[in-house]
């Protein structure tokens, strides 16, 4: 069975920075796309960054210049390395992964094959 495991969530203030970490049961280059989401209590999940397996990567235009996603194969992790919190960051953050290629549509949910139970991550100003 496939498992993502997320941590390096915490409480932070505004302008300080943190490292979320993903750690995969199965070869990070077996997937074709691994991304972040996050969510709030009583909104939906919101598609936060995302890479492909050759690189590629994008990100919501709230968190562009901030925040940056990277992959170490060897270590079979996905990191989101996050830059100048802002309150509006404190989320649940997801890690998601994909066997197929996730972009451009990177935010459709259904086509993810496998979730981590999250971590929080909290800024106040």
């Known amino acids: 069975q496939v498992q993502l495991v997320e941590s390096g969530g915490g409480s932070v203030q505004s302008g300080g920075s943190l490292r979320l970490s993903c750690a995969a049961s199965?070869?990070?280059?077996?997937?074709?796309?691994m991304a972040w989401f996050r969510q709030n209590p009583g909104k939906e999940r919101e598609k936060v960054a995302v890479?492909?397996?050759?690189?590629?990567?994008r990100y919501v235009d709230s968190v562009k210049g901030r925040f940056t996603i990277s992959q170490d194969n060897a270590k079979n992790t996905v990191y989101l390395q996050m830059n100048n919190l802002e309150p509006e960051d404190t989320a649940m953050y997801y890690c998601?992964?994909?066997?197929?290629?996730?972009?451009?549509?990177?935010?459709?949910?259904?086509?993810?094959?496998?979730w981590g139970r999250g971590t929080q991550v909290s800024v106040s100003s």
């Open positions: 890479i492909e397996s050759d690189g590629n990567s």
């Open positions: 998601a992964a994909a066997f197929g290629r996730c972009l451009p549509l990177w935010g459709r949910q259904s086509a993810y094959n496998a």
């Open positions: 199965r070869y990070t280059y077996n997937w074709g796309c």
